[in-house]
């Protein structure tokens, strides 16, 4: 076995040389929770494999199981979890749930991960990780590229899953297929036909998920209406929270009410204003910073706390150490976790250390962004936005959106935004649009040329808009004048791009890099069924796009 490497992560778009991380994570993950992480994936599968078998016998999903498999899921997400001590506890949890099925399903000739028992040793179960891992991994490319887009894609699937079940919103379909695909993982036998189907069927049940989370934060907060939302600092102590979990925001601004505490949202977190259940609370005072990347700048001796309740979490320097607080999946070596008991997180922790720190001491100039254009709101609109086409004020849609990250390459995506014709309309959606939702772009007919959909979680949202609108032009989606420009970057991306090529959108632009995942003969299959382009200059991409597509 070639051990020269110390690890082998591939998952996401800032892989080291665009190969893989072999000795620590661009991320920042050191190779023992590299190996720990594996670790954890090979526990999982053995889970996967005995309760596939248990549901295929007609057993029952378990609620705490499934609670259990997409916290540990998603705590593998790039820039989630760097704390080994958590992946010791989730590799031992995984391993009494899986003697407890084993005692259930009795399983004869079953793969390896199925009877596999982890040492109580950290050091040996790293050695472990490394036996099951990637670094040892000798698999067909293909069959490995296919299997790690399923992993990977369901790693981002798990994510929506936590995030809805955290409101009580549960979809059988999907959690029993988050068993059977990663079950199949451990099929010697597998084809490259199989995994391809096993994919896609994957992209159909993440957007069964994402319409599940979707009616979960809608039902719960009410529908995402346009807001304006402060991007400027007020007087007083505070407590920014980032990350993508609204219930964890929601608990928070119930424990600060009258407290004295202004709470800000950061990151993925913005979209939280457009809901007006999370809104109507005085304190939510306003938005603080720019996307995930710049975290370290921003947090450098921030006078409050700082809630990151998913991802993406960075090695924290040392002057903002003490008052970063991780909830739910999210870990750092050093960092105070806020544990969920009895189903209540008590953010008291928080809070105090938010008023000792004293917080701005003066309040900033005002200015304003407007969020909060959900399905909801947009298709209210949809008449005026026939009109506007047909009147031909409104020449084309773009989809600008997904994932940001470090990489200079991902400056196309503001100089694409910045550089589309006045008579366009551009949507936008994840953390991608920090690096423009800043700026002016003015309106056209009726409305302003940005509109910023949600979260990357709302994916579903941009989607259900292009469905529409295809409905009520009479044409397929395919049809519109509508190109999406995605930038990815971790694994909830893998699993939205899956979605859209199951449902059918052909002619995507992807960028900055394609994922080092996938192998030269899967990339060309995706090229030729999908018509999958990689972004090239935003000059040369517009005027591909505004030629071929009226
Ligand atoms: Fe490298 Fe990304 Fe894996 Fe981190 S998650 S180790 S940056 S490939
Ligand atoms: Fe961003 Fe991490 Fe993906 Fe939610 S916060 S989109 S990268």
């Known amino acids: 076995m070639a051990l020269q490497a110390e690890m082998f992560c591939y998952q996401c778009e800032q892989?080291?040389?665009?190969?893989?991380?072999?000795?620590?994570?661009?991320?920042?993950?050191?190779?023992?929770?590299?190996?720990?992480?594996?670790?954890?994936?090979?526990?999982?599968?053995?889970?996967?494999?005995?309760?596939?078998?248990?549901?295929?016998?007609?057993?029952?999903?378990?609620?705490?199981?499934?609670?259990?498999?997409?916290?540990?899921?998603?705590?593998?997400?790039?820039?989630?979890?760097?704390?080994?001590?958590?992946?010791?506890?989730?590799?031992?949890?995984?391993?009494?749930?899986?003697?407890?099925?084993?005692?259930?399903?009795?399983?004869?000739?079953?793969?390896?991960?199925?009877?596999?028992?982890?040492?109580?040793?950290?050091?040996?179960?790293?050695?472990?990780?490394?036996?099951?891992?990637?670094?040892?991994?000798?698999?067909?490319?293909?069959?490995?590229?296919?299997?790690?887009?399923?992993i990977y894609g369901l790693k981002g699937m798990a994510a929506y899953a936590y995030h809805a079940r955290r409101l009580g919103y549960k979809d059988g379909e999907v959690d029993s297929f988050f068993f059977k695909a990663l079950a199949e993982t451990l099929r010697k036998d597998i084809t490259v036909e199989e995994l391809f189907e096993l994919n896609v069927e994957l992209g159909r049940k993440n957007y069964r998920c994402m319409e599940l989370l979707d009616k979960a934060h809608t039902e719960t907060f009410g529908h995402p209406s346009p807001t304006e939302v402060t991007i400027t600092k007020?007087?007083?102590?505070?407590?920014?929270?980032?990350?993508?979990?609204?219930?964890?925001?929601?608990?928070?601004?119930?424990?600060?009410e009258g407290k004295g505490v202004n709470v800000y949202t950061h990151g993925e977190m913005l979209p939280a204003h457009g809901y007006p259940g999370l809104?109507?609370?005085?304190?939510?005072?306003?938005?603080?910073?720019?996307?995930?990347?710049?975290?370290?700048?921003?947090?450098?001796?921030?006078?409050?706390?700082?809630?990151?309740?998913?991802?993406?979490?960075?090695?924290?320097?040392?002057?903002y150490r003490d008052r970063l607080f991780t909830t739910g999946p999210v870990g750092f070596k050093g960092v105070a976790h806020i544990e969920e008991v009895n189903g209540r997180?008590?953010?008291?922790?928080?809070?105090?250390?938010?008023?000792?720190?004293?917080?701005?001491?003066?309040?900033?100039?005002?200015?304003?962004?407007?969020?909060?254009?959900?399905?909801?709101?947009?298709?209210?609109?949809?008449?005026?936005?026939?009109?506007?086409?047909?009147?031909?004020?409104?020449?084309?849609?773009?989809?600008?959106?997904?994932?940001?990250g470090a990489k200079p390459g991902r400056n196309y995506y503001t100089e694409f935004a910045l550089k589309t014709p006045k008579d366009t309309i551009v949507l936008t959606l994840a953390c991608g649009k920090y690096r423009f939702n800043k700026l002016d772009f003015g309106r056209v007919a009726n409305f302003p040329r940005l509109l910023d959909v949600g979260?990357?979680?709302?994916?579903?949202?941009?989607?259900?808009?292009?469905?529409?609108?295809?409905?009520?032009?009479?044409?397929?989606?395919?049809?519109?004048?509508?190109?999406?420009?995605?930038?990815?970057?971790?694994?909830?991306?893998?699993?939205?791009?899956?979605?859209?090529?199951?449902l059918g959108f052909k002619n995507m632009y992807l960028g900055p890099s394609l994922p080092a995942f996938l192998s030269p003969n899967v990339l060309q299959v995706l090229v030729e069924r999908f018509g999958i382009k990689q972004i090239s200059n935003p000059e040369h991409d517009l005027k591909e796009i505004l030629s071929s597509k009226v």
């Open 15 to 150: 892989v080291a040389g665009g190969k893989a991380c072999t000795k620590v994570g661009v991320c920042g993950k050191d190779s023992r929770v590299a190996s720990l992480q594996d670790l954890l994936i090979y526990q999982l599968k053995g889970i996967a494999y005995l309760e596939n078998e248990y549901l295929e016998k007609g057993g029952e999903l378990d609620d705490e199981l499934v609670d259990f498999f997409t916290e540990a899921l998603f705590s593998t997400l790039t820039n989630v979890n760097f704390d080994e001590e958590r992946f010791v506890k989730y590799i031992l949890k995984a391993d009494e749930l899986k003697e407890e099925m084993r005692k259930l399903v009795k399983p004869e000739g079953v793969p390896p991960a199925v009877n596999y028992r982890p040492p109580e040793d950290v050091e040996k179960m790293i050695v472990d990780g490394k036996m099951v891992g990637l670094i040892s991994d000798r698999t067909d490319e293909d069959i490995k590229s296919l299997r790690e887009l399923l």
């Open 234 to 256: 007020k007087r007083g102590p505070f407590i920014v929270v980032s990350g993508h979990d609204l219930k964890d925001l929601k608990d928070l601004l119930e424990q600060t």
């Open 279 to 319: 809104r109507k609370y005085e304190h939510l005072v306003g938005n603080y910073g720019g996307a995930w990347q710049d975290q370290q700048k921003e947090f450098d001796n921030i006078p409050g706390c700082v809630l990151m309740t998913t991802n993406c979490l960075q090695p924290p320097l040392e002057s």
């Open 345 to 404: 997180k008590d953010f008291t922790p928080v809070i105090k250390k938010a008023l000792e720190l004293g917080g701005w001491e003066e309040d900033e100039p005002e200015r304003k962004i407007t969020v909060g254009f959900g399905h909801n709101a947009i298709l209210g609109l949809a008449g005026e936005i026939l009109d506007a086409v047909r009147d031909g004020k409104v020449r084309h849609f773009f989809l600008i959106g997904g994932c940001d």
């Open 455 to 502: 979260q990357c979680n709302d994916a579903y949202s941009a989607i259900l808009v292009a469905f529409e609108l295809a409905k009520a032009f009479g044409v397929d989606v395919n049809e519109l004048p509508l190109t999406l420009v995605l930038s990815w970057f971790e694994q909830k991306a893998v699993a939205i791009l899956l979605t859209l090529l199951a």
